[in-house]
């Protein structure tokens, strides 16, 4: 079933709690996209019933089990590989950090200061330029410099300040030799990415988007069977 918010009875006042307790009655498991993490937890709290992050403002990862089922994929194994994030340090960054540390991968997440994740933040090496980042590593990872809970009015700041973040020829010739490009999507190429490196030969961005399909059935399998 998908419940969009005006199906919910959250719209009327019902508590998390309520319609956590009511959801488990008639569902095996609840996914959840929607804004604070704090709704997530609070209904993991009360669910009877496994609950998923399908995305909010401070994780995305399911969107990080399709990234590793796409290096897994690209280069046969985990342990070892240096992934390069360049970009906004948002929930799809702190999610790769997160769920790639576990798994053995480097990650590089390079950002401007005033986008970055939190100073101190395990599992990721944290930096600001993206071409140090970027040097000798196996996969070079960008997202949208514009999300969809960012302020309208921060979008050209935005843009301005994250230009020198683009995925583009000259920053994929520093990785290495065989580095694939990856793109969680939806993309603006001649944005945050070329259109030369979006649709050429060396992104696995449309394996990524598969890939989704196939790492939640198996979070589904993992968590119901």
Known sequence: MVLRTGDLQLTRGESIRDTAYVLSRHVAAIGIR???DEVVVEFAQHATVPVINMLTSGHHPCQALADLLTLQEAFGRLEGLCVAYVGDG????????????AAGIEVRIASPPEYSLAPRFDGAMLMEDPEAAVKGADAVYTDVWVSMSDPPDSTASRRATLRSYRVDERLMALAAPHAVALHCLPAHAGEEITAEILYGPRQRIWDQAENRRHA???LLEFLLA
């Open 34 to 36: 929607t804004g604070p």
């Open 90 to 101: 948002n929930n799809v960054a702190r999610s790769l950090a997160i769920l790639g540390a």
């Open 216 to 218: 939640q059935k198996a």
